[in-house]
Every structure is written in C-alpha cells, then in structure tokens.
C-alpha cells in the first residue's frame, strides 16, 4: 500500500521499504533459529540408535505375524467400555457445552461483562487439557476405571463442543430472532423458536464429529488406566506380545473407521 | 389510534435517525411512509414496537403509552403489533404453519408452543389465513422452500394471526417483482380494509405507494417533509423529499379505480393457485 513519487510517476507497490525489510529480517531470523536448533538436536541424537531403527522397524514387524487372532475374543469386552467412554464422554460433553455456550456467544450471553468471560475460560481451560492428561488427574482422584476415562473425556469435549456451538450462535440470522421477539414472544420462546431451528444442523453435526473424534481418543486413555482398549495394548507391548499388538491395532482401525462411517451418514442425513 | 410525539432516535454511533418526529395514525387508515435510504423509515417503525429503543419523545398506541413499559408489559403489547419484514424473516428451518402460529407465541406458555400444541382455534385461523393467502397447499413446506412472494404472504399471516390493532410493514416489496409487488400490497390493504387495521407501510416505491396508500409521509434525514394525500405528491414534493431529479416519470397520474380493474385478474391467476374465490374467502376472514 505504497505510493511513492519517481519522476512524476506515480508507483504504487505491495509494501513500503522499510516494511518490506523488517519482513526480509523475519524470514532471516526464522532460518537461524530454525538451524540452531537443527544442530542442537542433531548433537544430542545418539545417531547409532537412528540408523539402526529401520532394522528395528522391521523386527517388530515380522514378530507381529502372524496375529494372534483368538486374541480378539478377549477384546470385546474392552470395546464395548471404550466405545462407551466415548458416547456417555460425548453425552456429558453436550450437556455442559449447551449452557456454557449461550453464555459466551455475545448475542445470547446474559452479561457480555461478566458472564461472557467465564464461558471462555470454561472453554479454554476444557481445550487446552489434553484428555490424556485429564485422564491420569482423574484416576488419580477416583482410581482406574471407566468412570474416570468417561469423565476426561466429557472435560475434553466440553470446550471443543461449546467453542463450535457459539461461533454457529453468533452467526445467526437476527432478523429471524427479531420476527419471533416482535410477536411478543417469552424469552425462551424466543430462544426455542428464533434461535434454536437456526443452530440445530450445526449443533447435531458439532455432536457426532466430536463423537467420532472421541472414540479415537478412548482408545488411548486405557494407558493411565482409565479404562478401555488402552490397557490391554500397554501390557501387551510392556510384555512384548506383539501378535496381540497387531489384533488390537487392528481393532482400533476398524472401530474408528465404522465410527467415521457413522459419524459421516448422521451428519449428512441431518444438514 | 398510533401517537408518536416528538419522537427522537440517537444511535450509540452518534447517527441522528429520527428527530423530533410527531405523527398520528387513526385508525384503519394505511399509511405509507417514503423517504431516501437512510432516512429513517426503518428506525421510526421499529421504534413503535421497541425494536429500538427511541431516545426521546413517547409513543401512545390506544392509549397506551409503549414508551415506559417494562419489558414483561413490552412483551404484553407486542402482541397486538404485528410486523412484517423485506426479507420476510421467516424462520427458514421451521414449517409454514409454524412459521404462521409463531404469531400467537405471546398468547400461550412455553410448553405448549415448544411441543406445539398450540389451541385448536389459533390453528383454524392460520388455516383460514393461509387459505385466504393462496398457499393452504403448502402447510407442511419449510419455509426455505418457498419463493419469495410466497415467503411473504406466510409473513402476513404470522403479524396478521396476532389479530394487531396495527401492522408495521419495513419494505414489504423491496426483495419482489413488479407483479408480486403489486399483488402483495394488494393483499395487505385488502386485510387492513377486512379487519380494520391501521398500517405503517415503509415502501421505496412512491407509485405503489400512491395506488395503495390512503395517505404518504415524507420522511428525510430524520424529520417528517411531507404530509398529505397520495395524489398530492408532486414532483416539488419529491424533490423535498429525495432530492433533486426528474420525477415525471415516477407520479402516479392514472385514475387509480382504474388501475385497480386493470390488475384484477392478476390477482386471480396467482402463483399456484388459480381461481381462488376472493369474495367467499374475504367472508371467512
Ligand atoms: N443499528 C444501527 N446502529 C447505528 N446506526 C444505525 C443503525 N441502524 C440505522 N442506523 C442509522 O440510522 C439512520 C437511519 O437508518 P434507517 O435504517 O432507519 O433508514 P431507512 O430509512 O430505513 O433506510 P433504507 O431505506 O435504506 O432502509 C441511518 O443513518 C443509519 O446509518
Ligand atoms: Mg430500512
């Protein structure tokens, strides 16, 4: 945004030169860091260990075939509690990022003030703790189990779910809202009729997709001790089973690819 | 009968919108109300059902002053206002019918409108009115399927299902055709007659509204230009009104019984349903 005098000329050009330096600098300073720290990691790699891993790779493999496939009747168990980690994690989840969400999206939220700041930091906090974490916190406090793996993840989902569902808020059509409140409508009539229809495709969508994502992360959680497929693939890599490694990866693929299929159709019968 | 008296509007922006307006409206009489984009036609109708809020001045509906209600008193007297909007404000995901007995949201609690069992005589009437539109055929529609013209009349029932001692119309015909223009103001004015409601309609379009209206406010820059009769407006007027142009073209100069015979098979042949029986409807609403 440019334009400078040359000779009576006037020449427009992207940026001025001084900017057009410091971005040149940027760049500069980005490539020496980025060096720096290439020959500080490379000074403590123990490079023996590096080359030998392709060989490494190779011997787990083999040693993974042929699956132990009578394993998986030991499974299902463990399926059906992580894939219940994941649905009763999402229930929860939905329950508590409905409210939250009203509260932070500035044209529903009942004090932009003081209400408003608390939903987002509800939101934050939920998001920026991963649900592994949640989850050895939460066995911790409640011991192994499901229970503890159920509620990470509903922590987890809350701000993800709620984070979603305001943004769909704030980009409602007000007109719509406006109609409804010009009849003289009751606030939550206001909110089941003006608000609620517009917000419905994104919420159902919002819902399975964080389902979806949160199968996945059940499968891990067993790892703290928070129930599920998780605990069965630890031990059987801490005692180097690895034909059950295989079957239980196997699983694990299957079980999110048919959560993805679900997860797919619901949201493309609903919008 | 509508008082505005000596009515202000400042927005947080520091925008004047409306300056010391002072109009009344008795009732059953259609009013149409022209001005320049930006002049305040919008403000002013929303003022009255407290949309906005107006700074200054009061505004008495029947005796009633609206401008001090409380919001539980606000939300009492909405009811009897009924509002239609340009782009129809319909809520697009919900059906036809209960986009019209959305209308009587002010009249019944909250579970009976959320499980819509709404009283059986609020659903005659949108049946009856839906009829009396043409579009009994498309009840279970969603509201995202229709056409604009259409979408428009499912807005006429939701303000006139509120039995309103006064419509509020904001640019009723500013998204439609020629035609359906014409067909929609003659539907509104049709009903105002039927009913006898007073109306403030908001229209950019000074012909139409010279046809339909029984008297034309000029507004500009917040303050009330012109005042008078339809077949009064002249192009002076206009020009006080918009501004400098040729207005020649723009004045309504036919004899408007006649006009009225020339459109009416129009109004027959309409959209999807020929032949309706006006007069039996107009009996039944
Ligand atoms: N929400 C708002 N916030 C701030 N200023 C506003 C707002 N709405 C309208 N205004 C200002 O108030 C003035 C009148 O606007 P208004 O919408 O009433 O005009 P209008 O006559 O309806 O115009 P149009 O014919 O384009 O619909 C304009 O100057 C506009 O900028
Ligand atoms: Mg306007």
Redesign the pocket.
């Known amino acids: 945004m440019a334009v400078s005098q040359l000779n009576g000329v006037k020449v427009w050009q992207r940026r001025d030169r001084a900017k057009q330096l410091k971005i040149w600098f940027g760049y500069f300073i980005a490539v020496t860091i980025f060096m720096v720290c290439w020959k500080y990691m490379s000074d403590r790699t123990i490079w023996i260990f590096v080359w030998d891993a392709p060989t490494q790779a190779i011997d787990i493999a083999t040693r993974m075939v042929p699956p132990k496939w009578g394993y998986i009747n030991s499974l299902w168990g463990v399926i059906w509690d992580t894939i219940n980690i994941a649905t009763l994690g999402t229930v929860i989840a939905i329950f508590l990022a409905v409210p939250t969400a009203f509260c932070a999206a500035r044209n529903t939220t009942p004090s932009v003030r003081f209400v408003r700041p608390i939903a987002l930091f509800i939101i934050v906090s939920s998001r920026s703790i991963n649900s592994l974490i949640w989850a050895l916190i939460l066995v911790a406090i409640l011991g192994p189990g499901v229970v503890a793996g159920i509620i990470a993840i509903g922590l987890r989902s809350i701000g993800f779910c709620a984070k979603l569902l305001y943004e769909a808020i704030e980009e409602i059509e007000p007109t719509q809202v406006e109609a409804i409140t010009a009849t003289g409508a009751g606030r939550l009539q206001v909110l089941a009729y003006g608000i609620v229809p517009q917000i419905l495709p994104a919420f159902a969508g919002i819902s399975v997709f964080r389902w979806d994502i949160n199968i996945r992360e059940s499968t891990i959680l067993g790892y703290v001790g928070a129930g599920g497929i998780g605990l069965h693939l630890s031990a059987s890599i801490d005692n180097l089973v690895w034909t059950q490694v295989s079957i239980i990866l196997m699983v694990i693929i299957v079980t999110v690819i048919v959560s993805e299929w679900v997860s797919a159709k619901v949201r493309h019968s609903i919008i | 009968m509508l008082r505005l008296d000596s009515l202000s509007k400042r927005?947080?922006?520091g925008?004047l919108?409306l300056s010391n307006v002072t109009l009344e409206v008795p009732d059953s009489q259609v009013m149409a109300l022209i001005?320049p984009?930006?002049?305040?036609?919008?403000?002013?109708i929303r003022c009255i059902n407290r949309l906005v809020e107006p700074t200054e001045g009061t505004i008495t509906l029947n005796g009633q002053e609206l401008t001090s209600l409380n919001s539980s008193k606000l939300r009492l007297a909405r009811r009897h206002m009924g509002m239609i909007f340009q782009e129809y404000a319909l809520v697009e995901r919900l059906s036809v019918m209960e986009n019209v007995l959305s209308g009587r949201l002010g009249f019944v609690g909250f579970w009976r409108s959320y499980f819509r069992k709404f009283p059986q005589s609020d659903v005659d009437e949108a049946f009856r009115l839906l009829e009396r539109v043409g579009l009994d055929h498309m009840v279970d529609k969603r509201a995202d399927e229709l056409s604009g013209g259409q979408r428009q009349r499912v807005g006429i029932c939701r303000a006139l299902i509120q039995d309103p001692n006064i419509l509020l119309i904001d640019?009723p015909t500013a998204s439609l055709d020629p035609k359906t223009s014409r067909q929609i103001m003659r539907l509104i004015c049709e009903l105002c007659k039927e009913r006898k409601l007073s109306a403030i309609i908001?229209i950019?379009d000074v012909m139409l509204a010279q046809m339909f209206a029984q008297r034309i406010v000029g507004?500009q820059m917040g303050e009330i230009v012109y005042d008078g009769p339809p077949n009064e407006i002249t192009p002076d007027v206009l020009t006080k009104i918009y501004g400098e142009e040729d207005w020649e073209a723009t004045i309504e100069t036919v004899d408007e019984d006649d006009d009225e015979n020339v459109d009416e098979p129009e109004q027959v042949k309409d959209e999807h349903h020929p032949g309706i029986d006006r007069d039996r409807m107009s009996g039944l609403t």
């Open positions: 927005y947080q922006t925008d919108a001005g984009s930006g002049a305040g036609k919008s403000t002013l640019e908001n950019h507004l």
